[in-house]
């Protein structure tokens, strides 16, 4: 009886497929393996699956299953992919997404209505691309880290997503839950052991113990 190897290839293939769940973030992008990826716009700040197979491509499904967006893997990291018709559209409907992500920071932080204010108000061009980037931190940081950039920003009056990130980078509120060690054993007795130390210069000496 001979025995045939199976294709190497097809293996590796099963083993490389992966499909994992990702947040999109409001400026239309998802993070993988170090790089960024657009999606249609109409799902920023949704949930959505993504899979790669055989190291190339990159597959983002939405909650019903339906291949949204196709990207080949950037072979380099820190690398931003995008595609210009996953845009379109955008402009047009601003005013309708910039209503939505009013509510979204009022929902975080309703007792924080005056930033929005005085944001909109300094920031009169575009206040959109700052609310984005600052709700994205939100999602990152501890809201007392958001509350205390908020504050500092009234301080200095300046109302920006890069105010509000260079006081959250150079506090660094961020930290890494420590591991948990072994769970020490409580409430077992203490025994007090003690032993005749001419017992174990018998046993050396090939002496037997009575």
């Known amino acids: 009886?001979?025995?045939?190897?199976?294709?190497?290839?097809?293996?590796?293939?099963?083993?490389?497929?992966?499909?994992?769940?990702?947040?999109?973030?409001?400026?239309?992008?998802?993070?993988?393996?170090?790089?960024?990826?657009?999606?249609?716009?109409?799902?920023?700040?949704?949930?959505?699956?993504?899979?790669?197979?055989?190291?190339?491509?990159?597959?983002?499904?939405?909650?019903?299953?339906?291949?949204?967006a196709r990207h080949q893997l950037s072979r380099q990291k820190g690398v931003t992919v995008l595609v210009r018709a996953h845009y379109k559209g955008l402009r047009r409907e601003a005013p309708k997404t910039r209503v939505l992500l009013e509510r979204a920071f009022l929902a975080r932080f309703p007792d924080h209505g005056w930033f929005l204010e005085r944001l909109t108000a300094q920031q009169k061009m575009n206040p959109v691309s700052h609310l984005r980037p600052i709700l994205e931190m939100a999602d990152n940081y501890p809201k007392e880290a958001m509350l205390k950039a908020f504050s500092l920003a009234l301080e200095y009056n300046t109302f920006s997503h890069r105010f509000i990130r260079g006081i959250l980078e150079t506090e660094r509120p961020l930290k890494i839950a420590p591991e948990r060690g072994p769970t020490p054993m409580v409430g077992l007795p203490e025994i007090a052991v003690t032993c005749n130390l001419t017992v174990y210069r018998k046993l050396l000496q090939g002496g037997e113990l009575v």
């Open 1 to 68: 009886i001979h025995f045939r190897t199976l294709p190497s290839n097809r293996i590796r293939g099963l083993a490389r497929t992966q499909e994992q769940f990702r947040k999109v973030s409001w400026d239309c992008l998802i993070s993988f393996a170090g790089s960024r990826y657009s999606v249609p716009h109409q799902y920023a700040g949704k949930q959505v699956w993504v899979r790669t197979s055989q190291g190339e491509s990159l597959e983002v499904y939405d909650q019903q299953g339906r291949l949204i």
